[in-house]
């Protein structure tokens, strides 16, 4: 299917897509909010210590010196609050700062939150500072970072498991229509009839399938219909044209160039007449009303064929070569076999200059045409009904589709190749002959 | 000979009526199945063309009275359908050729030849143009008695030549005689040319008289 996507396949991947651009941005929200959280929380707490101990310095009315002595000792024992006279007083100040931790280097850099508030013993100003190890920034962003992604593909597993579940439920009958279709053959003419669904959508799709399918066989049956009637309708007319010739040549007196007139219009009649025959062949060849089940033996049949074609080519001068296995059996229709010999001969003669060389070789795989031309036909719909290969020699355009058809329905492939100055056609029978036993 | 003509396409039944009168037929037309009924049952013919689409019903039925009846006149399916089965059914009915439209006058007055000469002569089934004798059941022909070495296609060609006396017999008519439906693919008639080249040599040779004329750009003639 080359770069073509899956219905589900490509929902999922615009999910995931979303959903990682969400958990990316999800990512500094979370740590701003947890970082602005701590924060928060630790200025709370700095503010407490600072104010108890603030109002418990102050409640214990010391001397200066004992007072001097008591903060001393507390700021030895307490590194986390320092207590220092001040020349005046201030208002309290926040901060957070990165510090190398004194106790434990091997730590690095700590992230504190600091604060700084300031009051009066004995009418002298101190500052206490109080701080606080506040979880550092990339550690916050790291931790949340392999928190989401964590989630991320929680989510991914999820998404391709729920995924699955819906492509091998929820959608199934929407893969049995398209199979159905997919298997759907015009010319069996064979309607096509869809499950029954509970999802409304489906159930439109195939409803309106069903319809459009049983159009187009109604079409295509008309179609054929019409061109098989047309076909027999066209026969009488030619008839009565073909028996007024026959009786005008019988007038006397007649001229040369009378008799070249009505020489001249019997062989289009021949040419209408050969048209029309062909049209009713492809129509019946559509309709598969020729079995295609018997024995037929392509050796004597091509080796008939080959003489016929040696007698109406006589004056072509062709240089004629021919390698014909003997006993070669295929299985198909006499009549269609014969047919196709017939066209793919004539082609020959048809399309070839005089003293061409002609090579017919058969063998137990394939049967081949060769023979020498100028210039390669024109290969796009060669095959066509109508598809007028060449614009110079008039032919009824329809030999090479009957071909075609004919080599379709008994399972051969035919293909057109131009090599070293020559056509060449053939026949691939694909399986093996039939052995002669 | 008597033949009847069951042809609802009025035009065609006297281009075909016409041909053979000049063949020295006596022809009589229906043009529906009730006329072809009617007639088929109360008189005998040498030889019934049968259309098998007529107004009114299927020519089919008219050959299966003629079997049931055990009537023995013969009888050319003349079909526009030109389908395999038809050809097969009609034959088992008992009809004795099968004609799809379109077709040549000569080639019909051929085929009437050949039914009428093969049901009226049984064994002894010779054409007799003065010194020449045809034997159609031996497939031989003999000019004072001495044998023509004729190929197949000479030998057909010469009946068909003598089955429509003094008619002209234009290429194509030949052509579709020798090939069928090839002839329509092919551009030119010349292989034909070969075939009679060879028969007029053949006959002259034995010391037959020119009844084979050729009309200049029209085609042939068996004058006698």
């Known amino acids: ?34 970082d602005l959280i701590w924060k928060h929380e630790l200025k709370e707490h700095n503010r407490i210590v600072g104010e108890t101990v603030k109002q418990n310095l102050q409640k214990l009315a010391l001397s200066d010196q004992a007072l001097q002595e008591k903060i001393s000792l507390w700021n030895q024992l307490r590194p986390e609050t320092k207590i220092a006279a001040a020349d005046q007083y201030h208002p309290d100040s926040t901060y957070n700062i990165y510090r190398r ?4 280097p091997a730590k690095g850099l700590d992230r504190f939150q600091v604060l700084v508030t300031y009051f009066a013993v004995n009418g002298k100003y101190y500052s206490i ?39 091998s439920r929820l959608w199934q009958p ?11 053959d015009l010319q069996q003419q064979q309607p096509v009839f869809f499950e029954p669904t509970g999802i ?173 031309g100028t210039s390669r036909l024109r ?59 | 000979m008597k033949i009847l003509i069951i042809e609802d396409e009025i035009q065609l039944a006297q281009s075909m009526s016409e041909y053979l009168q000049a063949e020295n037929y006596i022809c009589e037309h229906a043009l529906t199945y009730r006329q072809a009924m009617h007639k088929v ?42 389908a395999f089965e038809d050809k097969i059914t009609g034959l088992q009915l008992g009809a004795d050729d099968y ?29 007799d143009e003065n010194e020449l004798q045809i034997n159609l059941l031996a497939k031989t022909a003999t000019i004072n008695n001495i044998e023509l070495s004729l190929t197949k296609k000479e030998f057909d060609l010469l009946l068909y030549f003598v089955s429509n006396r003094n008619c002209v017999i234009s290429k194509n008519a030949l052509a579709e005689h020798l090939s069928g439906d090839i002839a329509g693919m092919l551009d030119s008639y010349n292989y034909i040319y070969a075939h009679i080249k060879n028969l007029k040599k053949k006959l002259n040779d034995a010391g037959c008289r020119n009844y084979l004329k050729t009309i200049y750009g029209s085609g042939y003639k068996w004058e006698i």
């Open chain 1, 1 to 34: 299917m080359g770069n073509m996507n899956k219905l589900l396949d490509l929902t999922l991947r615009k999910f995931i897509r979303y959903a990682a651009l969400v958990l990316l941005c999800s990512i500094p929200a979370y740590y701003l909010l947890v």
């Open chain 1, 101 to 104: 931790n004194k106790y434990i």
């Open chain 1, 129 to 167: 500072t109080v701080e606080n190890n506040i979880e550092e920034s990339y550690e916050t962003v790291l931790g949340i970072a392999v928190v989401t992604f964590l989630f991320f593909f929680i989510m991914l597993g999820g998404f391709i498991l729920i995924n699955r579940r819906i492509s």
């Open chain 1, 174 to 184: 929407f893969y049995n229509s398209l199979e159905k279709i997919r298997t759907f």
């Open chain 1, 200 to 372: 409304a959508e489906f159930h439109t799709l195939n409803n309106n399938l069903e319809k459009l399918i049983a159009a187009n066989i109604a079409t295509y049956q008309q179609q054929k219909e019409f061109t098989e009637n047309a076909s027999h309708e066209l026969q009488t007319p030619l008839a009565i044209a073909k028996s007024k010739l026959d009786m005008l040549l019988q007038s006397h007196p007649l001229t040369a160039e009378q008799s070249k007139i009505i020489d001249d219009t019997h062989h289009s009649l021949s040419k209408v007449t050969l048209i029309n025959k062909n049209l009713l062949l492809l129509a019946k060849l559509d309709n598969r009303q020729f079995s295609n089940n018997v024995s037929v033996n392509l050796s004597a049949l091509l080796q008939d064929q080959i003489l016929l074609f040696r007698e109406l080519a006589a004056d072509k001068h062709f240089r004629i070569k021919q390698k014909i296995a003997p006993e070669v059996l295929i299985a198909g229709n006499t009549t269609l076999v014969e047919i196709m010999a017939t066209n793919l001969l004539m082609n020959v003669i048809k399309h070839s200059k005089n003293g061409a060389t002609v090579y017919i070789e058969l063998s137990h795989h394939h049967l081949q045409i060769i023979n020498s």
């Open chain 1, 379 to 437: 290969e796009n719909g060669l095959f066509k009904r109508f598809g007028a290969a060449s614009v110079n020699v008039p032919g009824t355009g329809l030999g090479l589709a009957i071909i075609q058809k004919i080599s379709d329905q008994s399972g051969w492939t035919v293909t057109y190749k131009f090599e070293n100055n020559s056509h060449s056609f053939c026949i691939d029978f694909n399986r093996p002959a039939l052995e002669n036993s």
């Open chain 2, 41 to 82: 049952l109360k008189h005998n013919y040498d030889c019934i063309l049968l259309d098998l689409m007529l107004p009114g019903g299927d020519g089919m039925q008219i050959l299966e009275e003629m079997k049931r009846l055990k009537k023995m006149d013969g009888v050319i399916i003349i079909s526009a359908r030109g």
């Open chain 2, 99 to 127: 004609l799809s439209k379109p077709f040549h006058l000569p080639e019909l007055a051929a085929r009437i030849y050949s039914v009428i000469r093969r049901r009226n002569f049984g064994n002894n089934n010779i054409i």
